[in-house]
């Protein structure tokens, strides 16, 4: 049984060596000069692998597909796939580590499992073509080819971080294989808002609740830590509300809550609270005991308050407006960072034409698909590689045990 992989992530990896164990001769192709290069980037480095709330409400796309590749290959199956390479893990706030908090672990223990099973890799190898012969799957680029083989996995991913090689592959090989690709775009992407604070407020990072509004009405909204940037607004809870944010069409707008632990009557009796204690203070003095000091100056001038102004100053129309940004500090969404910082695609090979309990193709014989490329995305916290691993896993299995035909 031979297998050809197309795509040298986590995906195509996890395949690769599911499919060496299981006896299969197999080669990987991979463009780029070296295998797993965004892996080398998950959890800011750290290599989030999976977490300890394995809800399929984190995941998007067809839920009953989901449900489906993951009854095949469980999450814990998944956790056991990296200890049978050597990991050993750590958790931090539900979210799943290696032990070394290094990405370059994971894929380290994957390249050198590879090797040991005779996996062979061909790096700087991209692939253009893809054509079936008398001898099997033939893949090619320009004048070169690579093939036969008796069965193809395609796990190109999508066009997230395309720095790392991930430039959108996936719809020219995907069309020659007589699938449909539905429309990609980012997700996981830092947000650009409208706001003249930005660049003043740029690298100020905090814990906040951020709120997604479209026409007034709520959305979504996820807690975390918010990060300010000189173009809009990043962190994880952004991450995971751009998603939705950005779908088309929609004008969307995040608000931050600084203090979501209080009600609007509860900041404004705060504010109200210091202005009569410390009458004397200017405005800024007056709310650097409550504020990151980043935020304060930005926050006053979006009041419309002068900062000069004394808290005794204030009077309640005043005392509601400035109270009333720490319950709801509005940045209308313009767009986003763009592919080179998307950590996830929205959209790929339309699920409805794999078969979810072998990944493999309803199109094609002895073609299946992996990862990335397939129109289903997770939120943050590991979902992503834990997709890209489980269906790796699943295709890579499948592939060695199907028969040729």
């Not at 080669?27 to 295998?35: F, G, I, Q």
């Not at 910082?341 to 078969?355: L, M, P, R, S, Y």
Request: with cysteine; hydrophobic share 40%.
């Amino acid at each position: 049984m031979t297998i050809g992989i197309i795509g040298g992530g986590p995906a195509g990896l996890a395949a690769a060596i599911t499919a060496a164990q299981a006896g299969a001769s197999v080669t990987l192709l991979e463009k780029m000069n070296r295998v797993g290069r965004k892996l080398l980037t998950t959890g800011n480095g750290r290599c989030n692998l999976s977490n300890e709330d394995t809800d399929l409400a984190h995941y998007h796309g067809a839920p009953a597909f989901i449900q489906k590749v993951f009854e095949q290959v469980a999450p814990e199956d998944v956790l056991n796939f990296w200890d049978g390479l050597g990991l050993r893990f750590t958790t931090e706030n539900g979210r799943i580590y290696p032990m070394s908090l290094q990405a370059s672990s994971a894929l380290d223990a994957m390249r050198l499992e590879a090797e040991r099973l005779g996996v062979r890799i061909l790096c700087e190898t991209p692939v253009r073509t893809i054509r079936r012969s008398k001898g099997g799957w033939m893949t090619g680029s320009g004048d070169s080819s690579v093939g036969p083989f008796d069965q193809l996995i395609l796990t190109v991913g999508g066009k997230a971080s395309p720095q790392l090689g991930a430039d959108g592959d996936v719809i020219p090989l995907a069309k020659q294989l007589h699938h449909t690709v539905c429309p990609l775009r980012p997700a996981l992407v830092k947000l650009k808002c409208a706001s003249p604070y930005l660049k003043s407020l740029a690298g100020c990072r905090l814990d906040a609740l951020a709120v997604l509004r479209s026409n007034g009405t709520e959305i979504d909204e996820r807690f975390g830590e918010v990060l300010f940037t000189e173009e809009g607004l990043s962190g994880p809870p952004i991450l995971d509300l751009s998603r939705q944010a950005l779908e088309p069409g929609r004008e969307a707008e995040i608000t931050i809550v600084l203090f979501p632990e209080m009600n609007a009557g509860e900041c404004f009796a705060m504010i109200e609270e210091r202005c009569r204690r410390f009458p004397y203070m200017t405005l800024p003095e007056m709310l650097s005991g409550i504020l990151n000091k980043r935020l304060i100056v930005p926050l006053i001038k979006e009041a419309g308050l002068n900062l000069q102004m004394t808290a005794g100053e204030l009077n309640k129309r005043q005392i509601g407006a400035l109270s009333g940004l720490l319950r709801e500090w509005t940045f209308p969404v313009i767009g986003d960072g763009g592919w080179r910082d998307a950590q996830i695609t929205v959209g790929g090979i339309a699920t409805e034409e794999i078969d979810p309990q072998k990944m493999s193709s309803r199109k094609e014989k002895n073609c299946y698909f992996a990862g990335e490329a397939i129109d289903v995305d997770g939120d943050c916290g590991g979902y992503n590689l834990l997709w890209a691993v489980a269906t790796g896993i699943l295709a890579g299995r499948s592939a060695s045990q199907e028969h040729i035909g």
